[in-house]
């Protein structure tokens, strides 16, 4: 697996904007399971379909869908906690997974569920990538960078040696407070 956030695999991440035409067929599919409620199932799955769209950009995922009632979720990279690529049957099938994408929020389930790409795994990469802190070549800046890469080794070895020499002397005088009468 590449981590580079750069890497020409996931500058294709930047370019997805609508899901694949394979995620229409996997709602037929799902709705004509229902038997006689397909009319009624069918309406707004084609509807979320044909307004569903994605924008991946160097902050972060942004995801609308909906007609009458608008919803769009946005999240920044920083803000991501985990991922989980999942998928039934039918869409593997089609060659579909949905990633799941959870945040610190109080909510246990998903915060974002991204469904109907055929390039899921790359997706998958690059939001591990990102989230993980990666530089960013084109702008120059670091993004969720750890705070322990920014200090030198040695100078976070001569701060731990201090803390650990301060340590000992405190419980040598709790030590010797103890055997005092």
Same mark, same amino acid.
């Given at each position: 697996?590449? #981590? *580079?956030? #750069?890497?020409?695999?996931? +500058?294709?991440?930047?370019?997805? /904007?609508?899901?694949?035409?394979?995620?229409?067929?996997?709602? @037929?599919?799902?709705?004509?399971?229902?038997?006689? +409620?397909?009319?009624? +199932?069918?309406?707004? *799955?084609?509807?979320?379909?044909?307004?569903?769209?994605?924008?991946?950009?160097?902050?972060?995922? &942004?995801?609308?869908?909906?007609?009458?009632?608008?919803?769009?979720?946005?999240?920044?990279?920083?803000?991501?906690?985990?991922?989980?690529?999942?998928? *039934?049957?039918?869409? $593997?099938?089609?060659?579909?997974?949905?990633?799941?994408?959870? @945040?610190? &929020?109080?909510?246990?389930?998903? /915060?974002?569920?991204?469904?109907? +790409?055929? /390039?899921?795994?790359?997706?998958? #990469?690059?939001?591990?990538?990102?989230?993980?802190?990666? &530089?960013?070549?084109?702008?120059? @800046?670091?993004?969720?960078?750890?705070?322990?890469?920014?200090?030198?080794?040695? /100078?976070?070895?001569?701060?731990? $040696?201090?803390?650990?020499?301060?340590?000992?002397?405190?419980?040598?005088?709790?030590?010797?407070?103890?055997?005092?009468?």
């Amino acid at each position: 697996m590449n #981590d *580079n956030p #750069d890497a020409p695999g996931f +500058l294709d991440v930047f370019r997805i /904007e609508r899901p694949a035409p394979a995620l229409m067929k996997y709602y @037929t599919l799902v709705c004509l399971m229902t038997g006689p +409620l397909f009319p009624i +199932l069918i309406v707004p *799955n084609y509807f979320r379909y044909r307004t569903l769209r994605y924008r991946f950009d160097r902050e972060g995922i &942004s995801m609308r869908w909906g007609i009458i009632f608008r919803r769009e979720i946005n999240l920044t990279y920083s803000r991501i906690q985990d991922i989980h690529l999942t998928s *039934n049957i039918v869409e $593997r099938w089609l060659g579909l997974a949905r990633i799941q994408v959870q @945040t610190a &929020s109080a909510s246990s389930s998903a /915060e974002m569920t991204i469904e109907g +790409l055929h /390039e899921f795994e790359h997706v998958r #990469d690059f939001l591990y990538a990102r989230m993980r802190g990666h &530089s960013d070549k084109v702008s120059g @800046t670091v993004s969720a960078a750890p705070a322990a890469e920014t200090v030198p080794d040695t /100078e976070l070895a001569a701060t731990l $040696r201090q803390a650990a020499a301060s340590l000992a002397e405190a419980a040598e005088i709790i030590r010797a407070r103890r055997g005092a009468p």
